[in-house]
């Protein structure tokens, strides 16, 4: 029997590949055509045999933190989520359009799932429409912390501060980066001073200079 990776990655795959997107692993997809910003499209597994989507970037200067640690994430198969975008967060729920159930175990979702791989990948396009550079990363931040969530907000996700700190640096506003990055090193434990993190502001410093990062 076809597993669940292998009938819903042939959906999504048509419609991503020709834009650009390259499939990194199981259902996840990542386009690099946009200097330090790569963007990722997921299909997210969830309890009870339910799949759903959602999308965002990863900035090449932004180092990962996983276990109170930073590591670099500036490939594609190493990019994740600087910025999520999930439609569950908004809704509090799953919503219909851009979820299935497993397609090997029901037809109902394998009938699904063209209808929802179009309409969640035409959602995704808008957003990555609006970011071609870290200034528009902040951007996107800034509208976002304004939004009312049911389920997760900004302050939810480990990456927020320090994404959002260092692209203020890229962008050339580095008084406002401060607040946000020294935020991220209290709540999980980031010295100020970790070479690692050092290493990413000067290069978002450098792309804000036009020196790439």
């Known amino acids: 029997m076809a597993s669940a990776d292998d009938l819903c990655s042939p959906h999504f795959s048509a419609l991503l590949l020709p834009t650009g997107f390259a499939a990194v692993r199981a259902r996840r997809w990542v386009r690099s055509t946009k200097a330090m910003v790569r963007e990722v499209f997921e299909i997210q597994a969830l309890k009870g045999n339910r799949f759903s989507a959602r999308w965002g970037f990863s900035l090449d200067f932004v ?19 600087d910025l999520c975008i999930d439609p ?20 109902r979702g394998a009938s699904k799932l063209a209808r929802v791989a179009s309409e969640a990948v ?27 969530f049911a389920r997760f907000g900004l ?23 401060e607040p946000h990055i020294s935020r991220f090193c209290d709540e999980f434990g980031i010295a100020r001073g970790d070479p690692l993190l050092a290493k990413a502001a000067a290069m978002a410093s450098a792309a804000a200079t036009g020196g790439g990062p």
């Not at 302050?155 to 980066?177: F, M, N, S």
Request: aromatic share 8%; proline share 6%; hydrophobic share 40%.
């Open 88 to 107: 569950i967060d908004e809704a509090g729920s799953v919503p219909d359009w851009c979820s299935f159930s497993d397609p090997s175990a029901t037809w």
């Open 122 to 148: 035409a959602a995704a396009r808008k957003d990555s429409d609006a970011v071609c550079s870290p200034r528009d990363v902040v951007r996107l931040f800034e509208r976002r912390s304004t939004m009312r």
């Open 63 to 81: 180092p990962a933190c996983r276990n109170r640690r930073l590591r670099w994430k500036g490939t594609d198969g190493a990019a994740d989520f």
């Open 155 to 177: 302050d939810d996700y480990v990456q927020t501060h320090l994404a959002w700190g260092l692209a203020l640096i890229a962008a050339g506003r580095p008084a406002e980066a």
